[in-house]
């Protein structure tokens, strides 16, 4: 069963660059779409975007022009970066696999929390 | 964007009962629809894809239907690791859109 693993820091200041990474392992990133998915705290799910082994990328509007994602074969791992963050980014960022055919998040990481404070 | 809308918000049940959640899209999505279980704490889990597929590992208690715009998550006998919170999702386009989420609790 493949698995994910989000990485990055807890703390970030407003006005900052968030990054995270998410290493999979048990598998290879080769061929599929890898998803970024946000929760703030008590609150529901927002889909942030998701990219393929290849590089193309789909973003939500609502985050477009702050939301880069890259994806690193060699090490298996893809990366989350959002730019000029806010309170209102504060949430549990998860990394998930597409599956193929109809595309449900079929793997989850366990979820980082990152909070944007001073 | 295609908007998810879940009902009831919240759900109050006991062990043995048979529940029903209902998600609605704002346009149709075909089969595209998927359930995922979260409990406090944990990332959530995919139950059914492609409106009723059971997930390898999901309990068959858990069942899905629905077509076009209108899906129905039924658990026939809730069990007491059932209790969370139960989210649909379309994967028909992007962005990605969730609803906003039934937590399921002990009656």
């Known amino acids: 069963q493949v698995q994910l693993q989000e990485s990055g820091p807890g703390l970030v200041k407003p006005s900052e660059t968030l990054s995270l990474i998410c290493t999979v392992s048990n598998g290879s990133i080769s061929s599929y779409f890898w998803s970024w998915i946000r929760q703030p705290a008590g609150k529901g799910l927002e889909w942030i975007g998701r990219i393929h082994s290849s590089g193309s990328s789909n973003n939500n509007p609502s985050l477009n022009s702050r939301l880069t994602m890259s994806v690193d074969t060699s090490k298996n791992q893809f990366s989350l970066r959002l730019s000029s963050v806010t309170a209102a980014d504060t949430a549990v960022y998860y990394c998930?696999?597409?599956?193929?055919?109809?595309?449900?998040?079929?793997?989850w990481g366990q979820g980082t929390l990152v909070t944007v404070s001073s | 964007d295609i908007q998810m809308t879940q009902s009831p918000s919240s759900l109050s049940a006991s062990v043995g009962d048979r529940v029903t959640i209902t998600c609605r899209a704002s346009q149709s999505i075909g089969s595209y629809l998927n359930w995922y279980q979260q409990k406090p704490g944990k990332a959530p889990k995919l139950l059914i894809y492609a409106a009723s597929s059971l997930q390898s590992g999901v309990p068959s208690r858990f069942s899905g239907s629905g077509s076009g715009t209108d899906f129905i998550l039924t658990v026939s006998s809730l069990q007491p690791e059932d209790f969370a919170t139960y989210y649909c999702q379309q994967s028909y386009t992007t962005p990605r859109t969730f609803g906003q989420g039934t937590k399921l609790e002990i009656k």
């Open positions: 998930a696999r597409d599956e193929t055919t109809w595309r449900a998040l079929e793997n």
